[in-house]
C-alpha cells in the first residue's frame, strides 16, 4: 500500500507552523520531506511529519533550531512516535470536537457543501470506525439533542443525515467489496427509519473488503421472512433505534430457522432481554459500531 503524502501548504495547517518556516526548516537543515514531486514540490510522508513536529516543539521551547534539528534528525521512527503521542492525543481531541461542532453548525445553516466537506475530512485522517464513533455519533447525537431541544430544525437534521448517507456510501463503492451474494444481510427493523448506523456496518465490512447485502429502512418482518427462506445468510445484523414492541414477531420468525445463522442486534431499540439463542441460531447484542462489524467480520459457518 502507499502511504499518503502531503502538500507543504496541508502541512502548516496540519501543524499550524507557517509554510515558510517549514521551508525553511527543510533548506537549512534537512528536516522537511523525504519525497518531491516531479515538479519538485514538497511531499510530506507521516515520519517526516512527526519529524517536523518534533522540531516545532523543541524550537518552542527555545531550543536552537540548528541543536533541535539535529535531535530531530537522529530519531527513527519508533522515537518519534513515542516523542509525539501525547501532542496526538490532545490533538485528536481538539480536531474530535471542532469536527463535532463544525458539523452542527453546518447543519445548523444548511450547508450541504461544508457538511460533505467536514464528513470526507474525518474519513481521509481517521479509519472508518474512529469516525463514526467519535466524530459522525456524537455530531448525529447532537444534531438530535438539539432538534429535540427545539434549537434545530427537522430540515437540517434531514440534511447532516443525507450527506452523511453519500459519503459514508461512497465509502462503500470505492472500496469495491466482494463476498458470496446475500451472505451477509443488514436491515434496519420493521418501522425503523434511522439507517444510518446500518451504512457505517456496511462501510466498516467493505473496507475489510466484504460485501454485505444491505436493506435500509423499515424492513417489513414478512420481508425480511422471505429473503431468509431465499437466501439463507449466515449473518444478519438488525439496528433499532426506536423502542421495538414486546411481542416482537420477528423472534418467531428467527426460531423457525433451520440452518446455522448469527443474528447481530444493534440500537438501543431492543429489549433489555434478548430472546435466547435456540437451535441453529444464535443472537447477541453489539454495542458498538467495531463490536458489531467484528461479530459479523468473524461469525458464518457455510
Ligand atoms: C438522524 C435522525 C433521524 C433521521 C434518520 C435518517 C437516517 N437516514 O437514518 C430521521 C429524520 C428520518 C429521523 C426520524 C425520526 N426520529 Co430520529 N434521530 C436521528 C438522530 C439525530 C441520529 C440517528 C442515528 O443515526 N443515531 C446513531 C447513533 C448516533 O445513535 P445512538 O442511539 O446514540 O447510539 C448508541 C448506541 O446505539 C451505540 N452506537 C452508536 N453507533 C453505533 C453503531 C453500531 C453498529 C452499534 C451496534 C451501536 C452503535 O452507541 C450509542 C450509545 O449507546 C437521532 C439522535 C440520536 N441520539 O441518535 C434521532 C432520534 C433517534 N430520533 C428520534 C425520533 C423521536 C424520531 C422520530 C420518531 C421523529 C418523528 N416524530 O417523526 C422519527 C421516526 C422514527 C422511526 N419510526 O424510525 C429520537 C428517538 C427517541 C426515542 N428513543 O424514542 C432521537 C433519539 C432524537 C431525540 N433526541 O429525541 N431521525
Given at each position: 500500500m502507499t502511504s499518503v503524502e502531503w502538500s507543504v501548504g496541508t502541512v502548516a495547517e496540519?501543524?499550524?507552523?507557517?509554510?515558510?518556516?517549514?521551508?525553511?526548516?527543510?533548506?537549512?537543515?534537512?528536516?522537511?520531506?523525504?519525497?518531491r514531486t516531479e515538479g519538485g514540490h514538497r511531499r510530506y510522508g507521516e515520519e517526516d511529519i512527526q519529524r517536523v513536529r518534533v522540531m516545532a516543539r523543541f524550537t518552542a521551547r527555545g531550543v536552537p533550531a540548528q541543536s533541535a534539528a539535529r535531535v530531530a534528525l537522529s530519531m527513527d521512527a519508533d522515537r518519534l512516535l513515542i516523542e509525539t503521542d501525547g501532542d496526538r492525543d490532545a490533538r485528536s481531541t481538539a480536531d474530535r470536537q471542532s469536527a463535532v461542532e463544525a458539523i452542527c453548525s453546518a447543519a445548523l445553516s444548511l450547508d450541504a457543501e461544508s457538511l460533505s466537506r467536514i464528513y470526507q475530512r474525518t474519513l481521509r485522517d481517521r479509519d472508518l470506525v474512529s469516525a463514526w464513533t467519535e466524530v459522525f455519533a456524537p455530531a448525529l447525537r447532537t444534531v438530535g439533542d438539539r432538534w429535540g431541544d427545539g434549537s434545530l430544525g427537522v430540515e437540517c437534521e434531514h440534511l447532516a443525515s443525507e450527506v452523511l448517507a453519500t459519503e459514508l456510501?461512497?465509502?462503500?463503492?470505492?472500496?469495491?467489496?466482494?463476498a458470496p451474494n446475500g451472505d451477509i444481510v443488514l436491515a434496519c427493523a420493521d418501522e425503523e427509519q434511522h439507517h444510518l448506523p446500518l451504512l457505517a456496518v456496511e462501510a466498516e465490512l467493505a473496507s475489510h473488503g466484504v460485501a454485505a447485502l444491505g436493506l435500509g429502512a423499515r424492513m417489513p418482518t414478512d420481508a425480511l421472512q422471505?429473503?431468509?427462506?431465499?437466501?439463507?445468510?449466515?449473518?444478519?445484523?438488525?439496528?433499532?433505534?426506536?423502542?421495538?414492541?414486546?411481542?416482537?414477531?420477528?423472534?418467531?420468525?428467527?426460531?423457525?430457522?433451520?440452518?446455522?445463522?448469527?443474528?447481530?442486534?444493534?440500537?438501543?431499540?431492543?429489549?433489555?432481554?434478548?430472546?435466547?439463542?435456540?437451535?441453529?441460531?444464535?443472537?447477541?447484542?453489539?454495542?458498538?459500531?467495531?463490536?458489531?462489524?467484528?461479530?459479523l467480520l468473524s461469525g458464518g459457518h457455510r
Open positions: 496540519r501543524l499550524g507552523v507557517p509554510a515558510a518556516t517549514l521551508r525553511s526548516w527543510d533548506r537549512r537543515y534537512g528536516i522537511g520531506p523525504s519525497q456510501r461512497t465509502v462503500i463503492r470505492l472500496s469495491r467489496p466482494h422471505r429473503l431468509l427462506k431465499v437466501h439463507r445468510p449466515s449473518r444478519l445484523f438488525l439496528w433499532a433505534s426506536i423502542a421495538r414492541q414486546v411481542d416482537e414477531r420477528l423472534w418467531q420468525v428467527l426460531a423457525d430457522v433451520s440452518w446455522q445463522l448469527d443474528v447481530v442486534v444493534g440500537g438501543p431499540g431492543w429489549p433489555h432481554d434478548l430472546p435466547a439463542s435456540s437451535g441453529p441460531v444464535t443472537v447477541t447484542r453489539a454495542h458498538d459500531l467495531s463490536g458489531a462489524s467484528e461479530a
